[in-house]
């Protein structure tokens, strides 16, 4: 993370204290730069085929940023579900590119574009499931952000329930039912 | 879909979740006789249940690098590169795949040949790694030759090291901390060597570090010396942000400033912290945490210096000695805490340190500051003791809140045989802190306890036993048992009086709250009484907060008995004390957040002037009108007119004000002359400010005694404008 990246989020992040609703965008805007700046230092380096949940990248690049005495409670909560849509962007972006290498012949590819990152979850679309989600958030926002900050962000249901300030058995409910849900939309997709 | 279907589809598949499975079909049928087009659907979703789809959903998803043709492109065995013939793969790594092959020529030997992917650069690259050939160390694997083949495939030969990683190796031994660290002693003289020639390793991570058995004695060999940088250079694109290394291992002002590499030998010193952080357990003592934190430290100029003050500061820990790294602060122990798994442990830490800080607090006022001190570490001590317990990473739970702690705490301390006083005033703290949370039972039961034990050690009209004794009195009156709270209070009043020093700021406390427990059960004499004792007292004290509270408290009973003109006088003094309430605070804080502003931004920025405004308001208001002018003349300069023009207007207005206050009538014409000059040529933005000039000006006219020219200025305000707020300026100049 940039110096300045790092300056400007901790002062996006005091706006966003204050309710300003535009600064999450702008928060979003340096996260997901520089997660992909990140992620592909990584990748390229290693040359080899390397897993890793992404929600790691979140993790380090909070590690990275801040000082931990610097932000409180709520900066840390601001954060991870800011990183967490961020990383959701940055997995389904990815995602779609992969789907559309497949359709395009190799020769048509360009020199560095095939050893690019791709991303994969096991079985599980992501594109699609995305798209399931974004639905989802139309008919029930709380719901939706648990399967957020669950399946993109990688949280324990009791981190999630701690954000979100629910019970740790609602989100369990609410998850539940929400995976069946969206497993039959991809499916009837 | 829409959001109604879709909450009854929610709400049966949250319904069904508690039945069995062979009861489910059924409750749906049940429950769509209304809408019998979602029952399909709803049935398709059930089936969904713990099946592999289901499952998907558990895995976050995972980022995966898929390896290209070119890269996976393996050689086969025998294939001669050079003087060098492949026996077999051995490795993906760096940047490109690894072999173990026997070199023919000079020597024979086995080497661990790399081949490079192609890269423009080759030539450069082939000089500068020469210069990592001449590293000859015991510890470090030797660099035998980088060439290139016909084809123009880049090789490098490296010593054939047949080892583990240094983490696999301390597992299977089953290696002590000791013989870690001696380990590690080895690694930082092999870094520390390579540092003295001028060359940075820059990717020390465990794959690197390999340990093998020469004369069976376990050997560190560090391989890979210098190649991450060949890495960089490797890039197709000529990308001068590439950054190399491996992002765990990577030091911060690595990844932060991308501009400038700093590869200086602090940023090894953090990668073998970090390396040292996981080779060892999670709970070490002090001074060795207090090693790695040093060498891991966010900040470079914070590390040791080179890898060999890292090796002797262990050295030091060996010998027992003070390490150079250790800071005797408990925030630092915490702080790793924090740094692993802050998501859970931060809320339980801060609330720790707000029971160490409660703790304090309170023996401070009834001890030495250096007895106090040494509690509170038995105190810390205590609760990193049970902080252990709670951690996360220990008991594999992932959630210890506040509470959950303060009941460990509070189960443990009850759990002592023979407390001690110190103890006591702890059960103490905690019951506090249950009061807060509003856990009054809970805090009942061990300020009890704590007051019991108290009796013991204490003379029996101490102020710890009557603060004690308050405090349950408040406790009962909350838990509505009135007739103990009234004891106990006054129980404590008496107490107080036979202090052979009487704490009256004590006494006004338990006064006050008595007299609420009176007015709660509407025995308002009593009630009036008890405040009017209070105010008494708080009268000798300085605290003018509390004192409004008195007052206030007094009114609110005069206005329950009706009694208007009381309950106004009461009040009227309340607000009087309150408006008094922690002058000399704000003054400093105002000052300290101009001196703030006035740095971090600058004299003229919105916030510095705003602050500076007040701060002259505020001198003014006490009468000290020389101090605000001389703020004045400090910041007169730093206006932009163009930026902040209604604030410049705003303060102008105030000055002249305090000019004609302090009788310099010239200066105060001056300035009012200047702000006539601006706002002849614009007017300020905000229409009120324009009154309020006005307005002041008027004032200020008025203390020079130029009636007939303030007069005149009264009918220009009354005429700019029919506002209620410039009549009622008017109406109060008119007094």
């Known amino acids: ?189 | 879909m829409n959001s109604k279907d879709y909450q009854f589809i929610k709400k049966i598949l949250i319904e069904t979740q508690e039945l069995e499975a062979n009861k489910k079909q059924a409750y749906v049928a049940n429950a769509c006789r209304q809408k019998p087009d979602l029952y399909e659907s709803i049935i398709q979703m059930l089936a969904i249940e713990d099946s592999p789809d289901d499952l998907v959903m558990e895995t976050a998803p995972i980022t995966e690098h898929v390896v290209t043709d070119e890269e996976n492109k393996e050689i086969k065995a025998r294939t001669r590169i050079n003087q060098y013939t492949i026996i077999k793969k051995i490795g993906t790594g760096g940047m490109g795949i690894v072999y173990v092959a026997k070199q023919n020529f000079p020597a024979e030997r086995q080497v661990a040949l790399k081949l490079i992917q192609q890269n423009p650069k080759q030539q450069q690259l082939i000089a500068e790694t020469q210069i990592l050939a001449k590293l000859n160390h015991p510890n470090i694997a030797t660099l035998y030759e980088i060439d290139k083949t016909e084809n123009k495939q880049l090789y490098i030969a490296m010593e054939y090291i047949e080892g583990e990683d240094m983490i696999s190796w301390c597992k299977s031994h089953h290696y002590s901390i000791t013989q870690i660290l001696q380990l590690f002693q080895q690694l930082c003289t092999g870094i520390g060597f390579a540092h003295e020639k001028g060359i940075i390793h820059c990717d020390i991570k465990p794959n690197n570090v390999l340990v093998t058995s020469i004369d069976d004695k376990a050997t560190v060999k560090i391989i890979d010396f210098g190649i991450s940088q060949l890495a960089m250079h490797n890039s197709d694109k000529d990308d001068a942000y590439e950054i190399s290394g491996t992002p765990a291992y990577l030091a911060p002002e690595i990844l932060s400033q991308k501009e400038v590499l700093i590869n200086d030998t602090r940023r090894d010193v953090y990668a073998l912290g970090i390396l040292l952080k996981k080779l060892l357990p999670l709970q070490l003592p002090k001074d060795l945490q207090a090693i790695i934190d040093k060498a891991s430290a966010n900040k470079r100029e914070n590390r040791y210096p080179s890898p060999i003050g890292l090796s002797n500061d262990i050295d030091r820990y060996f010998n027992k000695q003070a390490v150079s790294a250790r800071k005797p602060t408990f925030g630092y122990l915490s702080g790793l805490f924090i740094r692993r798994r802050f998501m859970v442990v931060l809320v339980s830490l801060g609330f720790i340190l707000t029971l160490i800080g409660a703790y304090i607090n309170q023996s401070h006022l009834t001890k030495a500051a250096q007895t106090a001190q040494v509690e509170a570490e038995e105190i810390s001590a205590f609760m990193t003791d049970l902080f252990n317990v709670a951690n996360p990473e220990k008991s594999k739970t992932d959630a210890i809140t506040a509470v959950d702690l303060l009941n460990k705490a509070q189960i443990k301390l009850l759990a002592i045989e023979q407390p001690t006083l110190s103890d006591a005033r702890f059960m103490h703290t905690i019951g506090s802190i249950y009061t807060r949370l509003g856990k009054l039972d809970k805090a009942k039961t061990i300020i009890e306890k704590s007051l019991q034990l108290k009796h013991k050690y204490l003379n029996n009209s101490d102020r710890e036993i009557v603060q004690g004794l308050i405090q349950l009195g408040l406790l009962d009156k909350n838990l509505n048992d009135f007739a103990s709270a009234e004891k106990n209070l006054l129980l404590a009043i008496e107490l107080i009086k036979k202090q052979k020093k009487t704490d009256i700021s004590q006494l006004a406390y338990a006064h006050n709250h008595l007299g609420n427990l009176f007015f709660k059960t509407l025995q308002l004499e009593k009630a009036i009484i008890h405040h009017q004792a209070a105010i008494k007292y708080r009268l000798k004290l300085d605290d003018k907060k509390l004192l409004a509270d008195s007052y206030n408290n007094l009114g609110v009973i005069y206005r329950e008995q009706e009694d208007i003109s009381e309950t106004a006088r009461y009040m009227h003094l309340a607000i009087i004390e309150e408006s008094q309430y922690h002058f000399k605070k704000s003054e400093q804080l105002m000052i300290d957040a101009y001196k703030i502003f006035s740095k971090s931004y600058d004299a003229s920025h919105y916030n510095t002037l705003t602050v500076a405004t007040n701060l002259i308001r505020f001198y003014d208001k006490r009468m000290r009108q020389q101090e605000a002018l001389d703020l004045y003349e400090e910041l007169v300069d730093s206006f932009d007119e163009n930026t902040h023009y209604d604030k410049k207007l705003a303060l102008m207005t105030w000055v002249e004000l305090i000019y004609a206050k302090n009788k310099q009538y010239e200066k105060a014409k001056i300035v009012q002359q200047e702000i006539f000059k601006l706002i002849a040529q614009k007017p300020p933005t905000q229409k009120h400010l324009h009154l309020r000039i006005y307005t002041l000006y008027i004032q200020s006219l008025i203390l020079q005694e130029q009636f007939d020219l303030a007069s005149q200025q009264v009918s220009i305000v009354l005429e700019l404008s029919k506002n209620k707020l410039a009549k009622d300026n008017f109406l109060y100049l008119r007094v």
């Not at chain 1, 954060?79 to 497949?102: G, Y």
């Open chain 1, 1 to 189: 993370m940039s110096n300045t990246a790092k300056q400007e989020i901790t002062v996006l992040l005091k706006n966003l204290k204050e309710g300003n609703k535009s600064t999450q965008d702008e928060i979003m805007k340096i996260l997901y730069q520089e997660l992909r700046g990140f992620a592909g230092n990584i990748l390229k380096k290693e040359n080899q085929t390397i897993t890793f949940q992404a929600t790691e990248l979140v993790n380090e690049a909070y590690i990275r940023m801040f000082d931990s005495n610097q932000l409180d409670w709520t900066d840390r909560t601001h954060f991870l579900s800011t990183a967490i849509v961020v990383m959701r962007r940055f997995l389904v972006d990815h995602a779609r590119k992969k789907n559309a290498r497949s359709r395009i012949p190799k020769s048509a590819l360009g020199e560095f574009e095939d050893s690019a990152v791709l991303t994969q979850s096991f079985d599980a679309d992501v594109v699609l499931l995305d798209d399931a989600l974004t639905d989802l958030e139309k008919l029930d926002k709380r719901q939706a952000q648990i399967v957020e900050y669950r399946f993109f962000g990688g949280l324990t249901e009791t981190v999630v329930a701690k954000i979100l300030d629910i019970s740790i058995s609602t989100v369990n409910r609410e998850w539940k039912a929400a995976k069946l849900w969206l497993m039959h939309q991809i499916r009837n997709n």
